[in-house]
Protein backbone atom coordinates (compact mmCIF):
# COMPACT_ATOMS: atom_id res chain seq x y z
CA UNK A 1 0.00 0.00 0.00
CA UNK A 2 2.70 2.22 0.16
CA UNK A 3 4.36 2.24 -2.71
CA UNK A 4 1.39 3.22 -4.08
CA UNK A 5 0.94 6.56 -1.90
CA UNK A 6 4.85 7.40 -2.35
CA UNK A 7 4.50 7.03 -6.13
CA UNK A 8 1.32 9.19 -5.86
CA UNK A 9 2.74 11.74 -3.87
CA UNK A 10 6.23 11.81 -5.89
CA UNK A 11 4.09 13.03 -9.16
CA UNK A 12 1.34 15.25 -7.65
CA UNK A 13 3.38 16.84 -5.43
CA UNK A 14 4.92 18.06 -8.65
CA UNK A 15 1.36 18.37 -10.80
CA UNK A 16 1.29 21.99 -11.89
CA UNK A 17 5.30 23.49 -10.90
CA UNK A 18 8.06 24.16 -12.66
CA UNK A 19 11.27 22.41 -12.87
CA UNK A 20 14.29 24.00 -13.76
CA UNK A 21 16.48 21.65 -16.21
CA UNK A 22 17.83 21.16 -19.54
CA UNK A 23 16.02 23.05 -22.30
CA UNK A 24 15.96 23.08 -25.93
CA UNK A 25 14.23 26.34 -26.39
CA UNK A 26 11.79 26.60 -29.50
CA UNK A 27 11.40 21.94 -30.18
CA UNK A 28 9.52 20.27 -32.50
CA UNK A 29 9.02 17.04 -30.29
CA UNK A 30 5.81 15.76 -29.80
CA UNK A 31 4.91 13.49 -27.45
CA UNK A 32 2.78 11.17 -30.35
CA UNK A 33 6.41 10.59 -32.38
CA UNK A 34 9.04 11.26 -29.82
CA UNK A 35 7.40 10.90 -26.04
CA UNK A 36 4.88 7.90 -26.54
CA UNK A 37 7.88 5.84 -27.92
CA UNK A 38 9.64 6.60 -23.99
CA UNK A 39 6.71 5.92 -21.94
CA UNK A 40 6.06 2.50 -23.78
CA UNK A 41 9.65 1.27 -23.35
CA UNK A 42 10.21 2.69 -19.64
CA UNK A 43 6.78 3.68 -18.05
CA UNK A 44 3.61 1.80 -19.09
CA UNK A 45 4.76 -1.68 -17.12
CA UNK A 46 3.50 0.49 -13.73
CA UNK A 47 1.58 3.27 -15.08
CA UNK A 48 -1.54 1.54 -16.85
CA UNK A 49 -4.66 0.57 -15.42
CA UNK A 50 -4.71 -1.91 -11.86
CA UNK A 51 -0.69 -1.51 -11.96
CA UNK A 52 1.06 0.44 -9.42
CA UNK A 53 1.45 3.84 -11.24
CA UNK A 54 -1.82 6.11 -9.72
CA UNK A 55 -2.33 7.42 -13.36
CA UNK A 56 -2.10 5.97 -16.46
CA UNK A 57 0.21 7.16 -19.20
CA UNK A 58 -1.21 5.07 -22.46
CA UNK A 59 -2.29 8.23 -24.40
CA UNK A 60 -1.90 11.65 -24.51
CA UNK A 61 -5.32 12.39 -22.53
CA UNK A 62 -3.46 10.21 -19.61
CA UNK A 63 -0.90 12.09 -20.00
CA UNK A 64 -0.81 15.57 -20.32
CA UNK A 65 -1.73 16.58 -16.99
CA UNK A 66 1.49 15.36 -15.56
CA UNK A 67 3.62 16.61 -17.87
CA UNK A 68 5.83 18.57 -15.60
CA UNK A 69 5.60 15.92 -12.78
CA UNK A 70 7.01 13.83 -15.65
CA UNK A 71 9.45 16.17 -15.96
CA UNK A 72 10.58 16.63 -12.61
CA UNK A 73 10.74 12.76 -11.76
CA UNK A 74 13.19 12.05 -15.18
CA UNK A 75 15.22 15.31 -14.24
CA UNK A 76 16.08 14.04 -10.29
CA UNK A 77 16.22 10.50 -11.80
CA UNK A 78 13.44 8.98 -9.20
CA UNK A 79 11.46 7.58 -12.14
CA UNK A 80 12.49 5.26 -13.75
CA UNK A 81 13.39 3.77 -10.33
CA UNK A 82 16.92 2.25 -9.95
CA UNK A 83 18.94 1.73 -7.10
CA UNK A 84 22.47 0.60 -8.27
CA UNK A 85 25.78 2.83 -7.47
CA UNK A 86 26.69 3.02 -11.06
CA UNK A 87 30.63 2.78 -10.02
CA UNK A 88 29.73 -0.79 -9.10
CA UNK A 89 28.47 -3.73 -10.99
CA UNK A 90 27.14 -4.11 -14.65
CA UNK A 91 23.21 -5.40 -14.47
CA UNK A 92 21.15 -6.50 -17.51
CA UNK A 93 17.65 -5.02 -16.13
CA UNK A 94 19.29 -1.67 -15.71
CA UNK A 95 16.34 0.92 -15.24
CA UNK A 96 17.26 3.86 -16.58
CA UNK A 97 16.86 6.96 -18.95
CA UNK A 98 19.25 7.82 -21.42
CA UNK A 99 20.49 11.42 -21.15
CA UNK A 100 18.84 11.66 -24.94
CA UNK A 101 15.72 10.28 -23.33
CA UNK A 102 15.74 12.82 -20.65
CA UNK A 103 16.25 15.85 -22.90
CA UNK A 104 13.47 14.43 -25.33
CA UNK A 105 11.04 14.64 -22.23
CA UNK A 106 12.17 17.86 -21.12
CA UNK A 107 12.01 19.47 -24.18
CA UNK A 108 8.22 18.20 -24.87
CA UNK A 109 7.40 20.02 -20.90
CA UNK A 110 9.08 23.08 -22.23
CA UNK A 111 7.88 23.50 -25.50
CA UNK A 112 4.18 23.13 -23.88
CA UNK A 113 3.75 19.35 -24.30
CA UNK A 114 2.31 19.54 -28.16
CA UNK A 115 0.32 16.45 -28.86
CA UNK A 116 1.67 16.11 -32.54
CA UNK A 117 0.22 13.95 -35.45
CA UNK A 118 -1.25 10.71 -34.62
CA UNK A 119 0.03 8.89 -37.75
CA UNK A 120 3.34 9.11 -35.75
CA UNK A 121 2.05 7.42 -32.85
CA UNK A 122 3.76 3.75 -32.67
CA UNK A 123 1.39 0.61 -32.23
CA UNK A 124 0.24 0.62 -28.44
CA UNK A 125 1.60 -1.48 -26.30
CA UNK A 126 0.07 -5.13 -25.94
CA UNK A 127 -0.22 -6.19 -22.22
CA UNK A 128 -0.31 -9.74 -21.06
CA UNK A 129 -3.49 -10.28 -18.61
CA UNK A 130 -3.54 -13.59 -16.96
CA UNK A 131 -0.02 -15.91 -16.65
CA UNK A 132 2.59 -14.61 -17.72
CA UNK A 133 3.94 -18.28 -18.66
CA UNK A 134 2.42 -21.51 -19.44
CA UNK A 135 2.49 -23.71 -16.90
CA UNK A 136 2.47 -27.06 -16.85
CA UNK A 137 1.62 -27.81 -13.05
CA UNK A 138 -0.39 -25.32 -10.94
CA UNK A 139 -1.12 -25.21 -7.31
CA UNK A 140 -3.72 -22.74 -5.21
CA UNK A 141 -4.97 -21.89 -1.72
CA UNK A 142 -7.12 -24.83 -0.97
CA UNK A 143 -10.02 -22.96 -0.64
CA UNK A 144 -10.66 -19.45 -0.85
CA UNK A 145 -9.57 -16.92 2.10
CA UNK A 146 -11.66 -13.71 3.51
CA UNK A 147 -9.73 -11.10 4.71
CA UNK A 148 -10.86 -8.37 6.83
CA UNK A 149 -11.92 -4.60 5.69
CA UNK A 150 -9.95 -3.37 8.76
CA UNK A 151 -7.33 -4.55 10.97
CA UNK A 152 -3.70 -5.80 11.21
CA UNK A 153 -3.75 -9.24 9.46
CA UNK A 154 -0.13 -11.69 10.56
CA UNK A 155 1.76 -13.38 7.79
CA UNK A 156 -0.16 -16.36 7.25
CA UNK A 157 0.86 -19.57 5.66
CA UNK A 158 -0.84 -21.90 3.63
CA UNK A 159 0.83 -25.87 3.36
CA UNK A 160 -0.70 -27.62 0.07
CA UNK A 161 1.11 -30.66 -0.69
CA UNK A 162 2.73 -31.18 -3.82
CA UNK A 163 1.64 -34.95 -4.68
CA UNK A 164 4.56 -34.99 -7.01
CA UNK A 165 5.96 -38.81 -6.91
CA UNK A 166 9.48 -38.15 -8.46
CA UNK A 167 11.84 -35.32 -8.15
CA UNK A 168 10.30 -32.59 -10.44
CA UNK A 169 13.25 -29.71 -12.13
CA UNK A 170 11.37 -25.93 -13.15
CA UNK A 171 12.20 -23.64 -15.38
CA UNK A 172 10.34 -21.14 -14.28
CA UNK A 173 7.16 -19.90 -12.05
CA UNK A 174 4.59 -17.25 -11.41
CA UNK A 175 2.37 -16.34 -8.27
CA UNK A 176 -0.81 -15.17 -9.68
CA UNK A 177 -2.48 -13.05 -6.83
CA UNK A 178 -6.14 -13.46 -6.35
CA UNK A 179 -7.20 -10.25 -4.79
CA UNK A 180 -4.69 -7.57 -5.55
CA UNK A 181 -6.29 -5.02 -3.20
CA UNK A 182 -5.35 -7.40 -0.04
CA UNK A 183 -2.44 -9.07 -0.94
CA UNK A 184 0.30 -7.30 -0.09
CA UNK A 185 3.11 -10.01 -1.55
CA UNK A 186 3.18 -13.49 -1.53
CA UNK A 187 6.43 -15.54 -1.32
CA UNK A 188 6.24 -19.58 -2.39
CA UNK A 189 8.79 -22.12 -0.89
CA UNK A 190 9.43 -25.34 -1.34
CA UNK A 191 9.26 -27.64 2.21
CA UNK A 192 10.90 -30.92 1.62
CA UNK A 193 9.93 -34.36 3.04
CA UNK A 194 11.78 -34.08 6.64
CA UNK A 195 11.74 -30.73 7.09
CA UNK A 196 10.71 -29.10 10.78
CA UNK A 197 10.13 -26.17 9.42
CA UNK A 198 6.45 -25.10 10.03
CA UNK A 199 5.74 -28.50 11.70
CA UNK A 200 2.93 -27.23 13.87
CA UNK A 201 1.02 -25.72 10.84
CA UNK A 202 -2.34 -27.95 9.75
CA UNK A 203 -2.17 -29.23 5.81
CA UNK A 204 -4.34 -27.26 3.43
CA UNK A 205 -5.69 -24.32 6.28
CA UNK A 206 -4.15 -20.87 7.33
CA UNK A 207 -1.83 -21.29 10.07
CA UNK A 208 -0.32 -18.08 12.08
CA UNK A 209 2.95 -19.03 13.81
CA UNK A 210 2.54 -18.19 17.88
CA UNK A 211 3.89 -14.68 18.69
CA UNK A 212 7.27 -15.08 19.58
CA UNK A 213 9.07 -13.72 22.74
CA UNK A 214 11.24 -10.32 22.91
CA UNK A 215 14.00 -11.09 19.99
CA UNK A 216 11.17 -10.98 17.14
CA UNK A 217 9.00 -13.01 15.18
CA UNK A 218 11.96 -16.01 14.70
CA UNK A 219 14.92 -15.39 16.80
CA UNK A 220 18.27 -15.09 15.49
CA UNK A 221 19.35 -18.72 16.37
CA UNK A 222 16.07 -19.70 14.24
CA UNK A 223 17.42 -17.69 11.47
CA UNK A 224 20.63 -19.10 11.16
CA UNK A 225 19.53 -22.80 12.05
CA UNK A 226 17.46 -22.41 9.13
CA UNK A 227 19.90 -21.46 6.76
CA UNK A 228 22.43 -23.89 7.77
CA UNK A 229 19.83 -26.89 7.48
CA UNK A 230 18.13 -25.34 4.13
CA UNK A 231 14.79 -26.67 5.59
CA UNK A 232 13.13 -24.99 3.18
CA UNK A 233 13.81 -23.26 -0.48
CA UNK A 234 12.31 -19.90 -1.29
CA UNK A 235 11.12 -20.57 -4.70
CA UNK A 236 9.05 -17.64 -6.25
CA UNK A 237 7.21 -14.00 -5.42
CA UNK A 238 4.62 -11.85 -5.85
CA UNK A 239 4.68 -8.12 -5.56
CA UNK A 240 2.27 -6.03 -6.42
CA UNK A 241 3.14 -2.98 -8.98
CA UNK A 242 6.66 -3.79 -9.67
CA UNK A 243 6.97 -4.90 -13.62
CA UNK A 244 7.32 -8.94 -13.61
CA UNK A 245 10.94 -10.05 -11.84
CA UNK A 246 12.59 -12.75 -13.52
CA UNK A 247 13.24 -15.24 -10.77
CA UNK A 248 14.70 -18.05 -13.41
CA UNK A 249 17.50 -18.33 -15.96
CA UNK A 250 16.41 -20.96 -18.61
CA UNK A 251 18.91 -19.27 -20.86
CA UNK A 252 21.63 -20.58 -18.78
CA UNK A 253 20.68 -24.16 -18.50
CA UNK A 254 19.59 -24.17 -14.91
CA UNK A 255 16.50 -25.20 -13.45
CA UNK A 256 15.27 -25.35 -9.66
CA UNK A 257 14.35 -28.55 -7.76
CA UNK A 258 11.12 -29.60 -6.35
CA UNK A 259 12.13 -32.54 -4.75
CA UNK A 260 9.84 -35.74 -4.76
CA UNK A 261 7.34 -35.33 -1.62
CA UNK A 262 7.34 -31.92 -1.15
CA UNK A 263 4.95 -29.48 0.15
CA UNK A 264 4.33 -26.44 -1.02
CA UNK A 265 4.20 -23.25 1.12
CA UNK A 266 2.45 -20.12 0.55
CA UNK A 267 3.54 -17.10 2.86
CA UNK A 268 0.61 -15.05 2.60
CA UNK A 269 1.24 -11.05 3.65
CA UNK A 270 -2.18 -9.50 3.55
CA UNK A 271 -3.37 -5.71 4.10
CA UNK A 272 -6.73 -4.77 4.52
CA UNK A 273 -8.15 -2.51 2.02
CA UNK A 274 -10.43 -0.68 4.40
CA UNK A 275 -12.57 -0.38 2.09
CA UNK A 276 -14.11 -4.14 2.59
CA UNK A 277 -13.61 -7.62 2.93
CA UNK A 278 -11.66 -9.12 -0.01
CA UNK A 279 -11.82 -13.00 -1.01
CA UNK A 280 -8.29 -14.60 -1.81
CA UNK A 281 -7.32 -17.52 -3.73
CA UNK A 282 -3.95 -17.15 -4.86
CA UNK A 283 -2.21 -19.47 -6.99
CA UNK A 284 1.28 -20.53 -8.39
CA UNK A 285 2.28 -21.58 -11.16
CA UNK A 286 5.40 -23.51 -12.67
CA UNK A 287 7.25 -24.70 -16.06
CA UNK A 288 8.19 -28.03 -15.73
CA UNK A 289 12.01 -28.72 -17.72
CA UNK A 290 11.50 -31.01 -20.59
CA UNK A 291 15.08 -32.36 -20.48
CA UNK A 292 17.43 -32.93 -17.45
CA UNK A 293 19.39 -29.17 -16.59
CA UNK A 294 22.94 -28.64 -16.55
CA UNK A 295 22.48 -26.46 -13.47
CA UNK A 296 20.53 -25.86 -10.55
CA UNK A 297 19.41 -23.03 -9.15
CA UNK A 298 19.40 -21.98 -5.79
CA UNK A 299 18.48 -18.59 -3.92
CA UNK A 300 20.78 -18.04 -1.38
CA UNK A 301 19.50 -16.19 1.89
CA UNK A 302 22.79 -14.49 2.91
CA UNK A 303 20.73 -13.00 6.78
CA UNK A 304 21.69 -12.13 10.18
CA UNK A 305 18.52 -11.97 12.61
CA UNK A 306 21.14 -10.83 15.34
CA UNK A 307 20.58 -7.18 15.83
CA UNK A 308 18.28 -4.45 18.28
CA UNK A 309 18.26 -1.13 16.65
CA UNK A 310 17.73 1.70 18.79
CA UNK A 311 14.91 3.95 19.00
CA UNK A 312 15.74 7.38 17.28
CA UNK A 313 19.00 5.76 15.88
CA UNK A 314 19.32 7.42 12.11
CA UNK A 315 22.40 5.18 11.04
CA UNK A 316 22.25 1.64 12.49
CA UNK A 317 24.65 -0.18 11.35
CA UNK A 318 24.30 -4.54 10.43
CA UNK A 319 26.48 -7.15 9.18
CA UNK A 320 25.86 -10.28 7.30
CA UNK A 321 27.93 -12.79 5.59
CA UNK A 322 28.28 -16.25 4.05
CA UNK A 323 30.84 -18.62 2.77
CA UNK A 324 30.96 -20.37 -0.65
CA UNK A 325 31.98 -23.76 0.35
CA UNK A 326 32.03 -24.88 -3.24
CA UNK A 327 32.62 -22.49 -6.89
CA UNK A 328 29.08 -21.12 -8.09
CA UNK A 329 28.34 -18.90 -10.81
CA UNK A 330 26.42 -15.72 -9.23
CA UNK A 331 23.65 -14.92 -11.96
CA UNK A 332 21.66 -12.15 -9.64
CA UNK A 333 21.67 -10.33 -6.24
CA UNK A 334 18.39 -8.95 -4.47
CA UNK A 335 19.04 -6.48 -1.16
CA UNK A 336 15.87 -7.18 1.05
CA UNK A 337 14.95 -4.65 4.03
CA UNK A 338 11.99 -3.38 5.68
CA UNK A 339 10.21 0.04 5.78
CA UNK A 340 13.73 1.74 7.72
CA UNK A 341 16.39 0.20 5.54
CA UNK A 342 18.56 2.92 4.66
CA UNK A 343 21.62 1.05 2.16
CA UNK A 344 23.25 -1.68 1.54
CA UNK A 345 26.39 -3.01 0.14
CA UNK A 346 27.13 -6.48 -1.24
CA UNK A 347 30.98 -7.41 -1.42
CA UNK A 348 32.90 -10.91 -2.37
CA UNK A 349 36.02 -11.07 -0.08
CA UNK A 350 38.27 -13.55 -2.71
CA UNK A 351 40.39 -16.71 -1.63
CA UNK A 352 43.34 -14.32 -2.51
CA UNK A 353 42.79 -11.43 -0.64
CA UNK A 354 40.79 -9.60 -2.91
CA UNK A 355 37.38 -7.68 -2.45
CA UNK A 356 34.98 -6.56 -5.02
CA UNK A 357 32.14 -4.56 -4.47
CA UNK A 358 29.14 -6.39 -6.33
CA UNK A 359 26.19 -4.32 -5.84
CA UNK A 360 25.94 -1.02 -3.74
CA UNK A 361 22.88 0.61 -3.15
CA UNK A 362 22.97 4.25 -1.33
CA UNK A 363 19.24 4.79 -1.04
CA UNK A 364 17.23 1.80 -0.77
CA UNK A 365 13.72 1.70 -0.78
CA UNK A 366 11.49 -1.08 0.30
CA UNK A 367 8.99 0.39 -2.02
CA UNK A 368 10.70 -1.23 -4.65
CA UNK A 369 12.18 -4.89 -4.27
CA UNK A 370 14.73 -4.64 -7.28
CA UNK A 371 16.67 -7.42 -8.49
CA UNK A 372 19.73 -6.83 -10.13
CA UNK A 373 20.53 -9.12 -12.71
CA UNK A 374 24.36 -9.74 -13.69
CA UNK A 375 25.04 -8.62 -17.06
CA UNK A 376 27.68 -11.60 -17.45
CA UNK A 377 26.99 -14.59 -14.94
CA UNK A 378 30.29 -14.19 -12.49
CA UNK A 379 31.96 -17.52 -11.87
CA UNK A 380 33.55 -17.44 -8.11
CA UNK A 381 35.89 -19.81 -6.44
CA UNK A 382 35.22 -22.09 -3.69
CA UNK A 383 36.09 -20.35 -0.44
CA UNK A 384 34.23 -16.85 -1.51
CA UNK A 385 32.59 -15.02 0.91
CA UNK A 386 29.46 -12.86 0.70
CA UNK A 387 29.91 -9.54 3.16
CA UNK A 388 27.10 -7.23 3.91
CA UNK A 389 26.99 -3.94 5.08
CA UNK A 390 23.86 -2.56 5.79
CA UNK A 391 22.47 0.75 7.50
CA UNK A 392 19.03 1.28 8.90
CA UNK A 393 17.53 4.68 9.89
CA UNK A 394 15.06 4.57 13.22
CA UNK A 395 14.53 8.49 13.55
CA UNK A 396 11.61 10.39 13.02
CA UNK A 397 13.62 12.02 10.22
CA UNK A 398 12.55 8.34 8.06
CA UNK A 399 9.15 9.39 6.50
CA UNK A 400 8.69 5.58 6.16
CA UNK A 401 9.23 4.85 10.06
CA UNK A 402 6.16 3.70 11.78
CA UNK A 403 7.88 4.36 15.66
CA UNK A 404 11.07 5.95 16.10
CA UNK A 405 10.58 5.53 20.04
CA UNK A 406 10.87 1.46 18.95
CA UNK A 407 13.32 -0.76 19.28
CA UNK A 408 13.55 -2.84 16.24
CA UNK A 409 14.37 -6.55 15.81
CA UNK A 410 14.00 -8.99 13.00
CA UNK A 411 10.50 -10.32 12.18
CA UNK A 412 8.08 -10.68 9.25
CA UNK A 413 5.89 -7.87 9.03
CA UNK A 414 6.73 -4.16 7.85
CA UNK A 415 7.17 -2.47 11.21
CA UNK A 416 9.68 -4.90 11.79
CA UNK A 417 12.98 -5.67 10.24
CA UNK A 418 15.45 -7.85 7.89
CA UNK A 419 18.73 -7.91 6.91
CA UNK A 420 18.88 -10.69 4.08
CA UNK A 421 19.90 -10.04 0.50
CA UNK A 422 19.45 -12.51 -1.60
CA UNK A 423 22.01 -14.35 -4.18
CA UNK A 424 20.90 -16.52 -6.69
CA UNK A 425 23.71 -19.19 -7.96
CA UNK A 426 24.14 -21.96 -10.06
CA UNK A 427 25.42 -25.23 -8.98
CA UNK A 428 25.56 -29.01 -10.00
CA UNK A 429 22.29 -30.37 -10.37
CA UNK A 430 23.73 -33.08 -7.46
CA UNK A 431 24.84 -30.53 -5.39
CA UNK A 432 23.59 -30.45 -1.42
CA UNK A 433 22.06 -27.14 -0.77
CA UNK A 434 22.78 -27.22 2.55
CA UNK A 435 26.63 -27.35 1.86
CA UNK A 436 26.76 -25.20 -0.75
CA UNK A 437 27.54 -21.91 1.82
CA UNK A 438 28.32 -22.03 5.80
CA UNK A 439 27.03 -19.40 7.68
CA UNK A 440 28.12 -17.55 11.10
CA UNK A 441 26.42 -18.42 14.10
CA UNK A 442 24.28 -15.85 15.76
CA UNK A 443 25.22 -14.20 19.25
CA UNK A 444 23.55 -13.63 22.38
CA UNK A 445 20.95 -10.73 21.84
CA UNK A 446 20.42 -9.17 24.92
CA UNK A 447 16.58 -8.64 25.57
CA UNK A 448 15.39 -5.05 25.75
Not at 190 to 216: Q, T
Amino acid sequence: MLRFLTTGVLLAGAAGSGVAGTTTGASNVTFNKDVLPILQKNCQTCHRPGEIGPMAFLNYEGTRPWAKSIKQAVLTKQMPPWFADPRYGHFANERKLSDADIKTVVAWVDAGAPEGNAKDMPQPMVWTEGWNIKPDLTFQLPKPYTVPKTGTIQYTYFIVPSGLAKDTWVTDAEVRAGNRSVVHHASVYIRPPGSAWLKDAPIGVAYVPPARGPLGTHPPEEIASRQVKMDNEWFVGYVPGIQPQRYFAPETGAAKLIPAGSDIVFEMHYTANGKEEGVDQTKVGFVVAKEPPKYRLLTIGVANADFAIPPGDPNYEGHASATFNEPVTVIYLQPHMHSRGKDMEIRFQYPTGESQTMLNVPHYSYLWQTIYYEQQPLQVPKGTKVDVIAHWDNSANNPLNPDPTKTVRWGDQSWDEMLVPFVGVLVPPNADPATVTSHPRPGPVAAP
